[in-house]
C-alpha cells in the first residue's frame, strides 16, 4: 500500500527564518510527486510536479526537490503571507489516483 | 486558469436527508474527483469519474453516490445523510492521462444536525 509521510505536522518560523518541510513516501514505482498549497477555508492550489529523483523546481520563495524516497520544500525566507498548509502527494504505477500526504500547517510570523 | 466552483461554500443539513452536492469545470477536464477532509486524517477519496457517465469507489464510498451526466459537471449525493458525513467536501478536476495536477475547487462545509 502507498504510504506518504509529511513531517513536521506543524511549523512556527518567524519572518526570514528558513526552513524545510518534509515528505516521505513509500509506493511501488513513482511516476511522480506533486506539492500543493492550501489557505485556510480554500481548497489545495498546485504548485509543484516533480517527476524523478535529483528533480528540482522553484517559485518566488519555494522550492522542491526530490529523491527516491523523500521530497524537501524548501522555504527561503519566509513572509508571513506564506502561511498555510502545505500538501504533498504521489502518484504512482499505473494509478492516476494520488496518495496525500496530511500535510504540515505553516505559520510565519512578522 | 482553470476554474472549479463548488454550489455551495457552507450548508446545513439533517439527519435522514438527501443531500446533493455539486460541482462544476471549465476547463474540458476528463477526471472529476470528490474528496472529504477531516482534521487529523488529510484528505480521503470518496469517487472519482474518468468519463461520462463513468465513475469508481475510492477509499470511503459508504454512505456515498455519484452522477456525472455531463462532461463538466460532477455531482455527489449523500443517501441518508448522518452525523459522521459533517465534514469540509472537495471536488477536483484534471485532464487524462500522463502525470497530471488536480485543480480543487473551494470546498463545502457540510454540518449534519
Known amino acids: 500500500e502507498d504510504q506518504v509521510t509529511q513531517s513536521p505536522e506543524a511549523l512556527r518560523l518567524q519572518e526570514g527564518e528558513s526552513s524545510s518541510l518534509n515528505c516521505s513516501y513509500t509506493?511501488?514505482?513513482?511516476?511522480?510527486l506533486f506539492w500543493y498549497r492550501q489557505d485556510p477555508g480554500k481548497g489545495p492550489e498546485f504548485l509543484f510536479t516533480?517527476?524523478?529523483a535529483g528533480e528540482e523546481k522553484e517559485k518566488e520563495r519555494l522550492k522542491a526537490t526530490l529523491t527516491k524516497k523523500e521530497s524537501f520544500l524548501h522555504i527561503t525566507a519566509p513572509k508571513p503571507e506564506d502561511s498555510a498548509t502545505y500538501l504533498c502527494?504521489?502518484?504512482?504505477?499505473?494509478?492516476?489516483?494520488?496518495?496525500f500526504g496530511r500535510g504540515t500547517s505553516l505559520i510565519v510570523h512578522p | 486558469d482553470v476554474k472549479v466552483t463548488q454550489s455551495s461554500r457552507y450548508l446545513v443539513k439533517r439527519t435522514g436527508e438527501k443531500v446533493f452536492l455539486e460541482c462544476v469545470q471549465d476547463?474540458?477536464?476528463?477526471?472529476m474527483f470528490w474528496y472529504r477532509q477531516d482534521p487529523g486524517l488529510g484528505l480521503r477519496l470518496i469517487y472519482f469519474?474518468?468519463?461520462?457517465?463513468?465513475?469508481e469507489k475510492g477509499d470511503i464510498p459508504e454512505g456515498y453516490s455519484v452522477s456525472r451526466e455531463k462532461k463538466e459537471r460532477f455531482s455527489l449525493i449523500l443517501e441518508s445523510a448522518s452525523t459522521n458525513q459533517t465534514s469540509m467536501y472537495l471536488c477536483?478536476?484534471?485532464?487524462?492521462?500522463?502525470?497530471?495536477?488536480?485543480?480543487f475547487g473551494d470546498g463545502t462545509r457540510l454540518s449534519i444536525l
Open positions: 477536483a478536476s484534471s485532464l487524462a492521462g500522463g502525470l497530471q495536477p488536480q485543480h
Open positions: 509506493v511501488s514505482g513513482l511516476r511522480g
Open positions: 516533480l517527476y524523478s
Open positions: 502527494a504521489v502518484q504512482a504505477g499505473g494509478s492516476y489516483i494520488p496518495t
Open positions: 476547463m474540458d477536464h476528463e477526471n
Open positions: 469519474s474518468y468519463d461520462v457517465k463513468m465513475k
